[in-house]
Nanobody
Framework: QVQLVESGGGLVQAGGSLRLSCEASGRTFSNRAMGWFRQAPGKEREFVARIRWGSGSTTYDDAVKGRFTISRDNAKNMVYLQMNSLKFEDTAVYYC????????????WGQGTQVTVSS
């Protein structure tokens, strides 16, 4: 069982930055892919970024590529999302997700943290 707790959301002006954090409980954190997703009002949840177990290779949605950076610290069971050059359309609830071991099947979700970008 994995429990995820996000933090770091808030209100920021367009062009600003925020750093989201996600702390994972349980063992085998390093064997799991970790991801960030977001859901804006009236829209479906969408993929933002992910980071692989092992190599730590990353993948981003085109909408955030070049502005957001996902990283992980396996010693601390933490995953981060550094968000720069924020836009109004980045406003959403951001969710941390953990996969089954050695897969990209997302099985565990945090409660979400609100990010609001004012224009």
């Amino acid at each position: 069982q994995v429990q995820l707790v996000e933090s770091g959301g808030g209100l920021v002006q367009a062009g600003g930055s925020l750093r989201l954090s996600c702390e994972a409980s349980g063992r085998t954190f390093s064997n799991r892919a970790m991801g960030w997703f977001r859901q804006a009002p009236g829209k479906e949840r969408e993929f933002v970024a992910r980071i692989r177990w092992g190599s730590g290779s990353t993948t981003y949605d085109d909408a955030v590529k070049g502005r957001f950076t996902i990283s992980r610290d396996n010693a601390k069971n933490m995953v981060y999302l550094q968000m720069n050059s924020l836009k109004f359309e980045d406003t959403a609830v951001y969710y941390c997700a953990a996969s089954y071991e050695y897969s990209y099947s997302w099985n565990y979700w945090g409660q979400g943290t609100q990010v609001t970008v004012s224009s």
